[in-house]
């Protein structure tokens, strides 16, 4: 089953930036999320039911945070949070 997407303004501002190439790329992410969103990494405390998935965007190492509703045993949708690299990353989210 594939979930409903919907995207948080920050990662909207993200991708906006981004080049038509690499936006293919990362809605091709997205849509790997939408069928599996158990391909990303649960993230543990202060970030408990996030969750980041990692892939190569120009040869650089991008994440991809995410949370699912209602919740990661019977998610109906998938929001997606932020989109970057490591560098300052998991603080971004947080906030």
């Known amino acids: 089953m594939v979930l409903k997407i ?3 303004p920050s990662f909207n501002r993200i991708v906006k930036k981004l080049h038509a190439k690499d936006k293919k790329i990362v809605d091709k992410v997205v849509g790997e999320i939408a ?3 158990s391909i990303g990494e649960e993230k ?4 408990a039911g996030i969750f980041v998935y990692k892939f190569k965007l120009n040869k650089q190492e991008v994440l991809l945070a995410y949370r699912l509703e209602p919740d990661k045993f019977k998610p109906q949708e998938v929001i997606l949070m932020t989109l970057g690299s490591h ?6 989210v947080k906030h």
């Open 6 to 8: 919907r995207v948080t």
């Open 35 to 37: 069928v599996d969103p």
């Open 44 to 47: 543990k405390g202060d970030l």
């Open 87 to 92: 560098e300052n990353f998991y603080s971004h």
